[in-house]
Structure formats: structure tokens, C-alpha cells
């Protein structure tokens, strides 16, 4: 069965500083992986996405994520945090051989940047 | 291009009665999924729609359903509402693509209904 896990319900990072959110999957051979995050009253956004090839990813706002298959991780990171990310993010997975398969999100990170 | 609109924003209602949401997808796209979003539980899969048919089913009782129209617009209904179907509905849609590589389209969502069963 497809999961997905976030460790951490929030992370706080100090304006400025690199931030760093993990997540961790377990699917059968190759998934497709993705990052969404939500702003409060709104729906979820589309950061970036893994399909294949360079194993890191770039995405909206200056956010990039590294698939690592032997560890099963698809973290996302930004060099440099700003208080405007704040907001609510989710991981998800999907099986790649399967145009039926459902998209797993995980239980959420909180972010939280302090001026 | 118009996003995913999802209507009303806002509802209120009481145990016991039903409620019927609607999503509107992206022009072009086939594929519309429900989520359930609540503090406690998270994001939670309900049902995906394609071309009409449901597609995938989540863990959620009968009481819950949905169908999507020819022009893959999709309704969701709850029947018998229970305090705890307070939550925000999200509906998503995605597709477009060649048959077959639908796995990798991303989710578009709307803005959610938001319920409260009083």
C-alpha cells in the first residue's frame, strides 16, 4: 500500500535562514512524487513535482526538492526563508504505473518564518 | 483559463439533513477528485471521477457520493449529515494528457466548500 509520511507537524525557521521539510514515502517501484502548499481559506497550491531525471527539482517561490531513493525521501527546501512562506505543505505520492492510482498526501507540515 | 470553482463557499446545516457541493474543473480536464480537510484528520481522499465513472473510492461511508456529468463538471452529495462531516471539501481536477500518463498530471484545487453541521 502507498503512504506517505511528514515527521514533523511544524517546523519554525528564523527569516532568512535555509528550511528544510521532510518527507518520507513508501510505494511500489517508481512513484511520482509532488509538493502542494495551502494558504489559510484556500485551496492547495502545486509547488513541484518528480517524474524522472535530475534528482533535484525546482519549483515555484524558489523551492526545490531532492528525491533520494535510497532512502525513500523527497524533502523540500529553500536556501533562504521569508516570512510569506508560512503556510501549510503537503507532500504526495503516486504510483507511476497506474493511471488509476490514487494521489497519497501526507498529514501536513506547518511552516512557520519569524521576521 | 479559468480555475477549479467550487460552489457555495460557505454552508451551514444541520444534523440529520443532506447537502450537495459542486465543482466546476478546468476546461479540458477529465479527472475530478474530492478531499475531505479537517484539523484532526487531515486530507482525506473521498472519490475520483473520470469521464463519468468513478474511478477510485476512499475510506469514507455510503452516506457520501458523487457523480460527474458529461461535461465533467462533478457534485458531491452527504446524506444524514453527522457533526462530524464538518470540514473543508476540496475538489480537484487534473488531465488533459495522453491516455495513459495521467498518473504524473498534477491537481488543480479550487477554494473548498466549507461546511459546518450544527
Known amino acids: 500500500a502507498q503512504s506517505v509520511a511528514q515527521p514533523e507537524d511544524q517546523v519554525n525557521v528564523a527569516e532568512g535562514n535555509p528550511l528544510t521539510v521532510k518527507c518520507t514515502y513508501s510505494?511500489?517501484?517508481?512513484?511520482?512524487l509532488f509538493w502542494y502548499v495551502q494558504y489559510p481559506n484556500r485551496g492547495l497550491q502545486f509547488l513541484l513535482k518528480y517524474i524522472t531525471g535530475d534528482n533535484l527539482v525546482k519549483g515555484s517561490y524558489g523551492f526545490e526538492a531532492e528525491f533520494n531513493k535510497s532512502q525513500t525521501s523527497f524533502h523540500l527546501k529553500k536556501p533562504s526563508a521569508l516570512v510569506s512562506d508560512s503556510a501549510l505543505y503537503f507532500c504526495a505520492v503516486r504510483n507511476r504505473y497506474s493511471s488509476a492510482s490514487k494521489i497519497i498526501f501526507g498529514s501536513g507540515t506547518r511552516l512557520s518564518i519569524r521576521p | 483559463k479559468a480555475g477549479v470553482t467550487q460552489t457555495p463557499r460557505y454552508l451551514i446545516k444541520t444534523r440529520g439533513q443532506q447537502v450537495t457541493l459542486s465543482c466546476s474543473p478546468i476546461s479540458g480536464h477529465r479527472s475530478v477528485s474530492w478531499y475531505q480537510q479537517t484539523p484532526g484528520q487531515g486530507l482525506q481522499f473521498l472519490f475520483e471521477?473520470?469521464?463519468?465513472?468513478?474511478?477510485n473510492k476512499g475510506n469514507f461511508p455510503g452516506r457520501f457520493s458523487g457523480r460527474q456529468f458529461s461535461n465533467s463538471r462533478s457534485e458531491m452529495n452527504v446524506s444524514t449529515l453527522e457533526l462530524g462531516d464538518s470540514a473543508l471539501y476540496l475538489c480537484a481536477s487534473s488531465g488533459g494528457g495522453i491516455s495513459g500518463t495521467e498518473a504524473k498530471n498534477i491537481q488543480y484545487f479550487g477554494a473548498g466548500t466549507r461546511l459546518s453541521v450544527l
Open positions: 510505494v511500489s517501484g517508481n512513484p511520482y
Open positions: 471521477y473520470f469521464s463519468e465513472t468513478q474511478r
